[in-house]
């Protein structure tokens, strides 16, 4: 747990405001973020990184709040987006369009016109149909774009499997087989410019031999383009860091640039880094009030007012997050098993199974860390529920950052046709 939250004075606080006082305030649940530990993220993975010149592309899938987005711009992040909306929200929170990557396996014509007619700094190319339609697009307007053709190097990267992404049998980047070639094609096509190979194996890594595997095999390949006359100056190293959501040791981004500087430090290029969760995941809370404790035939629920629909990651990837009541629990408080699930219709909603909590009550208070990453990002309006609201702290100040939306606004947005309109029954 980040000593960005911590109990004060018996409750738990996110920097130096009282989770208990926003909950009053905006009501639960809610998602809360902390600026301390996203800066000090930020600052740790650039100190790391720095020396071998990189530069951090924030990935912007992991939390695309524009509080979020700016607090990253002002410390100088680039964005790494995978879809014109997210490109947008990245320029919109001010980080300069030539300091975004757009990458994503199945980008639209008018998503590539768009990066063209916006100045987005680079396309990362994942597929040939994706360079061809980019060079069309560019020609047509009489540009040339960076880009970066992603490569897919057949490596395990030991995760989750629904986040795996650089086996060959993922349909993510080029055959590393391919490469080659396909550089070749791209090389010789108007409008485009190869100027970098990018990869990216997956999410949650904590063991970081797949990253060695992969950047030498990255390294390799620059050799033998550069032996073709290509000449590639930038490398595009991806994301993918994990997090110690269990409590273990957390991943030491010091290793992780030493990997980096001895597989690919010899190449003269360029480096972009893409994380995502390393610097926002323990930057945020998801904070609900216990509705029930229910004692079933055989295990003991506790039903919140958040659900799967706030959190999605532990039915989706059986992921652990912690939990802390926000009142602090007496010292030497029994623990007991419980599951932790919310009021949604189905038995994957849940947010813990078999987790050992303090004493807890109808009416507490109860915060699930390390939800800063792919927690609201991935939510949904399931069972019409209003997406959950997002505040985020900076020292003793605070602001929501996206409201609650009313009922009528989440309704409102259905349209009734006219063929149904008028009063019911008359048929
Ligand atoms: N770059 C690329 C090309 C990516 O596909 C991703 C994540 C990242 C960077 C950032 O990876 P990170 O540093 O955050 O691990 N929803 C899942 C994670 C999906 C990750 C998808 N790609 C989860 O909740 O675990």
């Not at 208990?20 to 800066?39: K, L």
């Not at 975004?100 to 597929?127: P, R």
């Not at 485009?192 to 990216?200: G, I, L, T």
């Amino acid at each position: 747990m980040s000593e960005n939250f911590a109990y004060l004075n018996g409750s738990l606080h996110a920097e130096s405001v009282d989770l208990a006082q926003i909950a009053d305030a905006v009501g639960t649940p809610f998602y809360c973020y902390s600026t301390a530990v996203i800066v000090e993220r930020y600052r740790r993975f650039h100190a790391a990184v720095a020396p071998l010149g990189g530069q951090i592309c924030y990935a912007v899938k992991a939390n695309s709040n524009q509080a979020v987005l700016a607090t990253l711009a002002r410390l100088g992040a680039g964005a790494d987006v995978v879809s014109e909306g997210e490109a947008r929200r990245a320029v919109a929170a001010g980080i300069p369009p030539a300091r975004i990557v757009f990458s994503g396996v199945g980008k639209t014509g008018a998503e590539l016109a768009y990066a063209l007619d916006t100045g987005i700094g680079q396309v990362n190319i994942e597929s040939e149909r994706d360079l061809e339609l980019l060079s069309r697009l560019a020609v047509a307007r009489g540009k040339r774009m960076p880009i970066a053709i992603r490569i897919n190097p057949d490596v395990d990267a030991r995760t989750h499997a629904k986040i795996s992404t650089g086996k060959a049998e993922n349909k993510f980047g080029i055959d590393i087989n391919e490469a080659p070639r396909v550089f070749a094609r791209a090389a010789a096509l108007p409008g485009v410019e190869p100027v970098s190979v990018a990869v990216h194996i997956g999410s949650q890594l904590t063991d970081f031999a797949p990253y060695e595997q992969a950047f030498r095999r990255v390294a390799e390949l620059v050799r033998t383009l550069r032996a073709a006359g290509i000449a590639i100056r930038h490398l595009d190293l991806g994301g993918g860091i994990g997090v110690p959501y269990r409590g273990e040791t957390a991943p030491d981004v010091t290793a992780y640039a030493e990997i980096v500087r001895r597989t690919v430090g010899d190449l003269d290029c360029d480096l972009l880094f893409e994380p995502g969760r390393y610097l926002v995941a323990e930057a945020g809370v998801l904070v609900g009030t216990v509705i029930d404790v229910k004692q079933g035939a055989t295990r003991c629920f506790v039903v919140c007012d958040f659900a799967m629909n706030d959190l999605i990651r532990p039915t989706l990837y059986e992921a652990y997050h912690p939990m802390l009541p926000v009142a602090e629990p007496a010292s030497g408080a029994t623990s007991a098993v419980v599951d932790v699930v919310g009021p949604i219709c189905e038995t994957g909603d849940f947010l813990a199974r078999d987790r050992a909590l303090p004493p807890i009550a109808p009416g507490d208070l109860l915060a699930v860390t390390h939800a800063g990453g792919y927690g609201a990002v991935m939510s949904s309006t399931y069972n019409t529920r209003p997406m959950v609201p997002e505040v985020l702290v900076n020292g003793s100040e605070w602001a929501v950052v996206r409201p609650r939306p009313s009922y009528d606004e989440l309704i409102g947005l259905d349209r009734v046709p006219g063929w149904l309109a008028g009063p019911t029954g008359t048929r």
